[in-house]
């Protein structure tokens, strides 16, 4: 059974003309009781699997900071409901799988001879997420034309996607990253500024005081990271951060 909860207007057109249609209103509104029915065991327990399911996904969206979420679910109960009688009681949900994509449910009757199910609900996820515009090279510096933002179904994807393109633009691509597929965040590193064996420029901060001097990379590094920096003058081994192209600050 599938349910999209996105939200869609019915359009129709009358099956009888207006007269006929205000015949059979008046018949309805004569005989309610004939006209009430109650909902079977399956309709009940789609009714509330969706909802849970629903709420597990809001829930999911809020913490993960998804945006313009889109969701779909399939719901999947044992055969013996078809022949289950309506509870006429409120069923009872509990929750025994949270994970995405499949979450699950056990329901039960609480009336004297209920039922009790075990019931699973496969949810699709889709938000926008980042993806190349065309395939980015390995090693190559990533631009705002060079991506775009498309809607992905996330349920099963492991590991974290990017969801706003400030959050890889300027960085670069740890390997070939291939177009309209998602860019996770083991795809990118940030830039390599200094290179191992290469000259630098090594500045010491005291305060608003500042001194630089010649120094040597002992290792690669890229934007914000620590490596092990040889001063030129006293051979001396500091710990300094990367703060710009072939720029090191030294480590208090």
């Not at 699997?49 to 999947?76: G, I, M, N």
């Not at 889709?126 to 060079?146: H, L, Q």
């Not at 005081?209 to 590094?221: H, P, R, W």
């Amino acid at each position: 059974m599938k349910n999209d909860r996105s939200h869609r207007k019915a359009l129709f057109r009358p099956a009888f003309p207006l007269a006929e249609t205000l015949a059979v209103t008046l018949l309805l509104l004569a005989f309610p009781a004939c006209a009430a029915k109650t909902d079977s065991a399956r309709q009940q327990i789609n009714t509330g699997v969706l909802k849970l399911a629903d709420r597990a996904v809001e829930a999911q969206a809020a913490q993960r900071q998804w945006p313009d979420v889109h969701s779909h679910f399939t719901v999947f109960m044992p055969a013996a409901v078809a022949s289950a009688a309506p509870c006429p009681q409120t069923p009872v949900f509990t929750a025994s799988a949270k994970t995405l994509p499949r979450l699950g449910y056990s329901v039960q009757c609480p009336a004297a001879g209920g039922w009790r199910f075990t019931v699973t609900v496969k949810a699709d996820v889709y938000v926008p997420v980042v993806m190349p515009a065309r395939d980015i090279e390995r090693g190559e510096a990533i631009t705002a034309e060079a991506l775009v933002l498309k809607k992905f179904n996330i349920s099963n994807q492991r590991g974290d996607v990017a969801l706003k393109t400030d959050e890889v633009i300027g960085l670069t691509a740890r390997r070939t990253l291939r177009a309209y597929a998602p860019v996770k965040a083991n795809d990118v590193v940030r830039p390599l500024w200094v290179k191992r064996d290469q000259a630098v420029t090594l500045v010491s901060r005291n305060g608003e005081i500042s001194a630089q001097t010649s120094g040597l990379a002992l290792k690669n590094g890229h934007q914000g990271e620590v490596i092990k920096v040889q001063n030129a003058s006293s051979q001396r081994v500091v710990s300094a951060t990367v703060e710009a192209p072939g720029v090191v600050v030294a480590v208090q």
